[in-house]
């Protein structure tokens, strides 16, 4: 294991590099976004009133509200691990199909994820508004942080959505190629012989340029042209 001698050697190592890439610091933040929303809700949502020991939701006796909001923190955690994941290994991705796919998963989960986290803001914090709060022993705090990271964690993923579609734009086909996984032959151009080359510097004089172009024409069609055949003589019997 190669252990870094200085600073500087340490920021140049792949780790940091990698760390330092603004997709994976957005899925970062989105992760710990998410586990703030679902791990606050777990242990604090649910409370009891001062006068009875049956646990409620804490927006609004909902459990709806609290069910969503742990459900979709977790998953949102579990996604942004896989793509982390992902990120790590895509390097080692030959296949520009599979790239391809990689960007185009990677957009359409962070916008729907946008729209999840927009609307568990916008229920969460109506949720909060109609609840009961001086009831409550504990879980304030917790409710307050679960909106406010539902909120961040919108943004974030519009960022991720964003970096995605950029990718998708940046990714174009290169023109006259097909990969060989098709079974085809990858197709290329002729570009015409510029000023520079060996051709168009030989003596227009001597004409070695034209004789070398009409060798190298004449070699490509020759299994097309043939040569005439003399016409055959007949002999006619003297009767």
């Known amino acids: 294991m190669h252990v870094p001698e200085s600073l500087q050697d340490l920021a140049d190592s792949e780790a940091v590099q990698f760390l330092k890439r603004p997709k994976v610091m957005g899925r970062i933040c989105a992760g710990i976004f998410s586990l703030v929303v679902f791990s606050s809700l777990l242990t604090d949502g649910f409370q009891n009133k001062t006068n009875s020991s049956q646990l409620h939701c804490i927006f609004n006796h909902n459990p709806v509200a609290c069910n969503f909001a742990v459900g979709a923190g977790l998953l949102a955690f579990l996604s942004c691990l896989g793509f982390l994941l992902l990120d790590a290994h895509e390097d080692r991705i030959a296949s520009s199909r599979f790239k391809t796919a990689f960007q185009l998963l ?74 060989l996984d098709e079974g085809t032959v990858v197709l290329t151009t002729l570009s015409p012989p510029s000023a520079g080359s060996p051709t168009s510097n030989t003596n227009s004089s001597t004409g070695i340029g034209i004789s070398s172009s009409l060798t190298y024409t004449s070699s490509v069609l020759s299994p097309y042209l043939s040569t005439p055949k003399a016409p055959r003589l007949a002999m006619m019997p003297d009767n």
């Open 106 to 179: 990677d957009f359409i989960v962070a916008a729907l994820w946008v729209g999840v986290w927009s609307v568990g803001f916008c229920f969460l914090a109506n949720q909060w508004q109609h609840s009961q709060r001086p009831n409550l022993q504990l879980g304030s705090g917790s409710a307050k942080a679960a909106i406010a990271f539902s909120f961040f964690s919108t943004f974030v993923w519009l960022f991720q959505a964003c970096v995605a579609f950029q990718e998708l734009r940046e990714d174009v086909p290169v023109p006259y190629k097909r990969s």
